[in-house]
């Protein structure tokens, strides 16, 4: 009796995967450029965007009026303006220059606001004593209710010399 023939298993033939190491490989790495391409893109459309106004740009209080004696000249942060105490009364002094638009710092020893950029001066009561600002800094609207110091800041006025009816008696 002869042996039956005898046939070979046939030969498992595994097929790739769609997802072997090299087609892993490749879709981490190119994910990977994408979020960093992304990263990036996003990083510069938040630079590009301008910027939201935070606290300016409406009624801001300034405190009570006991807090800005005679001749004083007080910082408000978040109006971004000064209080200055003039004898004629109270006024709200925007901190822009008239110039170029520089932050305009109150020097305590010079006695004026001393614009760092290109070196215009201004008096307590804003109007120009030197330098290259064409005209006083801008004011802001002041309100005293029920002893409480109110400035819009919505609405700067725009001077060309001061008054003493700009500023608000107290």
């Given amino acids: 009796m002869t042996a039956p023939a005898r046939t070979n298993p046939p030969l498992l033939h595994r097929s790739r995967s769609p997802l072997d190491r090299r087609n892993f490989l490749s879709l981490a790495f190119a994910g ?96 120009v004593t030197g330098g290259p600002a064409p005209r006083p800094l801008d004011i802001f609207p002041v309100e005293i209710t029920n002893g409480e110091v109110w400035v819009d800041t919505g609405r700067p006025l725009t001077r060309s010399r001061y008054e003493p009816d700009q500023a608000v008696k107290v």
């Fill in 32 to 127: 990977s450029l994408a979020a960093l391409a992304g990263g990036w893109l996003g990083a510069l459309f938040r630079f590009l965007r301008p910027p939201q106004k935070q606290g300016f740009g409406g009624r801001v209080y300034a405190g009570r009026v006991e807090e800005f004696p005679p001749g004083s000249v007080n910082r408000i942060l978040a109006g971004r303006f000064y209080i200055s105490h003039t004898p004629d009364g109270l006024l709200a002094i925007y901190q822009k220059c008239t110039h170029l638009g520089c932050s305009v710092p109150w020097s305590e020893a010079e006695g004026q606001f001393h614009c760092p950029c290109h070196g215009s001066l201004f008096t307590p009561s804003g109007e």
